[in-house]
């Protein structure tokens, strides 16, 4: 799973402020394996939320490995799908998924030696018990049989890149 930063609206203070002094980032990260129902198009998985902001260093974290957020996302009803060209499967674009019941633990690690930790979690609202919180998704639902999807061979040209290349191609 992957995630691409968001903004967190108001930033450190509840406001925005001239040059985005303020500005806070919010990235989720998995920290478990996810347990996909197919049928049921529910995800259960565990995640921490990285917050990045210039005060609050880099190990500024909602959550953790030892400590996760829960999620529990779930859909009602059942969502349009359409095939996907020649391969065995559908897609269900813009699939709803929401989660009503997630407990949100307290922030670690935020400033040095975690000396911010109270002034995110005053922002926060955090620790949060289960209940408190919500969460709804938007995303492209894929149902496909992996073994029928290969990626294409390899050209001589591409098989000679620099592995480094290659390797910051696939984490583009």
Same mark, same amino acid.
């Given at each position: 799973m992957y995630?691409?930063p968001?903004s967190? @609206?108001g930033g450190a203070?509840?406001?925005?402020?001239?040059?985005?002094?303020?500005?806070?980032?919010a990235t989720?990260e998995a920290v478990?394996?996810?347990?996909?129902?197919v049928l049921?198009? +529910?995800?259960?998985?565990?995640?921490?939320?990285k917050?990045?902001?210039?005060?609050?260093?880099n190990?500024?974290?909602?959550?953790?490995?030892?400590?996760?957020i829960?999620?529990?996302?779930t859909?009602?009803?059942n969502p349009?799908s +359409?095939?996907?060209?020649?391969?065995?499967?559908?897609v269900? @674009?813009?699939?709803?998924h929401?989660?009503?019941l997630?407990a949100?633990?307290?922030a670690?690690?935020c400033?040095?030696?975690?000396?911010l930790?109270?002034a995110?979690?005053l922002r926060?609202?955090?620790p949060?018990a289960?209940?408190?919180?919500?969460?709804?998704t938007?995303?492209d639902?894929?149902?496909?049989?992996a073994?029928?999807?290969? @990626?294409? /061979?390899?050209? /001589?040209?591409? $098989?000679? +890149? @620099?592995?480094?290349v290659?390797q910051?191609g696939a $984490?583009?």
């Amino acid at each position: 799973m992957y995630s691409n930063p968001i903004s967190v @609206p108001g930033g450190a203070i509840g406001i925005d402020t001239p040059l985005n002094l303020t500005q806070i980032t919010a990235t989720v990260e998995a920290v478990g394996l996810p347990n996909i129902k197919v049928l049921d198009q +529910e995800l259960t998985m565990p995640v921490r939320l990285k917050l990045s902001n210039s005060l609050l260093g880099n190990n500024c974290y909602l959550g953790s490995t030892a400590n996760p957020i829960n999620l529990h996302l779930t859909t009602t009803g059942n969502p349009p799908s +359409e095939p996907i060209g020649d391969y065995p499967g559908a897609v269900f @674009p813009a699939v709803q998924h929401t989660d009503n019941l997630f407990a949100a633990p307290a922030a670690s690690g935020c400033g040095v030696f975690g000396a911010l930790n109270w002034a995110v979690n005053l922002r926060a609202g955090t620790p949060s018990a289960s209940g408190k919180n919500s969460l709804t998704t938007s995303s492209d639902v894929y149902t496909v049989a992996a073994r029928k999807v290969r @990626p294409p /061979a390899a050209s /001589a040209a591409q $098989a000679a +890149e @620099p592995a480094a290349v290659a390797q910051m191609g696939a $984490a583009g």
